[in-house]
């Protein structure tokens, strides 16, 4: 059988990038995407389950395509010493929906920017350097936002920014939370320069849930040491687990926090900071000087994406999707042994599976296994750890559309438990618990 049209793209796409884990080589080509859906170039259709956690409001929105045509005919560009209305717009409707003190926002090209910009704020408003992060998370891929991930990244990259500290996270598995407010504690301790900010992620993208008061506990040590807390919300914010900011299940304000990834609504790329506006206070310095940070298309395309969030209820959507979703994974659990339930908030989800009734265990061949079963019945996931895929669902997903999901999800899952599928091309060779594309 000859290379079909998805093949040869995908070998000219792996002759002409730089290979790296997750994207290049690619597992296909698309020619399509909208709502729920991808669309290969021999035609095969899947459901995406995954997104890059950027498809908040569905793939190719009708609406922010439109709106976007409108202003490419305009002002598509806007150097960045002018302001522009979508801008101007974007920044309020953000400020509005912020519960906290006085604030002011800036934007930039990515989250990873964004997470340096914010890593800038806290540096002149405290005068220190150092930072507190949790082990295993993400924040981007710029030198200042990576080195915050790991604390022993590859050696081959070099030395990372000086005064990192890397605490437990809260989903290890042995007293996960006590081990992070030990580290956290020892860090302010021991920090010479001091901290300028803890900076995690209030629900984690692997969809693990803090316990209740632990991230209170968090605010109150970054209060009584002068620190600022810096929440990353790139992948969920906006709605996607069912409060708008997703620091809003946890109790506890921050200083700063960081929206990406979906703000675009999954077609431009677009990043904000969201800071207390006590924080200005290097006027002087060029703390995010992107070349589109005001440009007129990204700043209309986020603007249109929150005014759909508010307008068609998709928050109220997300956190009502997630109990029925429970619930029907829940039914699924007790009809097939390989699935054991799901958590997360909202939207932002993870199935968990259960290898040994599979007769494997966790890790990265239980992973692949599962997102391999889950490609062949027409569902785009990602592993979230060695037991787990991505349940992440656009919050405009109709009762239909779920309901075929489900579906799909059962028949992939019984496939798991009864064999071996045929593994997916060019998955990464390792899954680590902070995988994520």
Known sequence: ?????????????????????????????????????????????????????????????????????RQLETLPFSPRRFTNESAVALAEKLLARWPGAPAKVLFATGGSDAIEIALKLARVATGRHDTISLEGCYHGHGFGAFGLSEAHPDTRLGPLLPGRWHATPYWALDRGPERMLEDMRRAFAQSEGGIAAVI????????????????????????????????????????????????????????????GKSLGGGILPIAAVIADARLNVAPELDLGHYTHEKNPLT?????????????????????????????????????????????????L????????????????????????ACMAEGLSTTAKGGTSIGFSLPMTITDAELGLVIDKLERAAVVVHSTSPAPLRNLPSAWPENYIE
């Open 1 to 69: 059988m000859g290379k079909t049209v998805t093949d040869n793209l995908v070998d000219r796409d792996a002759a002409a990038f730089f290979h790296q884990e997750g994207s290049s080589p690619c597992i296909a080509a698309l020619r399509a995407a909208e709502g729920i859906w991808l669309e290969d170039m021999d035609g095969r259709r899947f459901i995406d389950l995954h997104g890059n956690t950027a498809h908040h409001i569905g793939h190719r929105h009708p609406e922010v395509v439109a709106a976007l045509k």
């Open 200 to 259: 995690a992620e209030p629900i984690r993208s692997n969809c693990h849930l803090p316990p209740a008061g632990l991230w209170q506990e968090v605010r109150r040590l970054c209060d009584q040491h002068g620190a600022l807390l810096i929440f990353d919300e790139i992948p969920s914010g906006l709605g996607k687990t069912g409060r708008f900011f997703a620091f809003a299940h946890v109790g506890a304000l921050p200083d700063a926090v960081v929206l």
């Open 299 to 347: 700043a209309l395309a986020a603007l249109m994406t929150i005014e759909i969030i508010e307008r068609d209820g998709l928050v109220e959507r997300a956190a009502e999707l997630e109990t029925r979703i429970t619930e029907r994974i829940a039914e699924l659990a007790r009809r097939t042994p390989s699935i054991i339930g799901v958590r997360g908030r909202g939207l």
């Open 349 to 372: 989800l993870a199935v968990e599976f259960d290898p040994t009734v599979c007769r494997m265990t966790a890790g990265p061949e239980f992973a692949a296994r599962l997102v391999s």
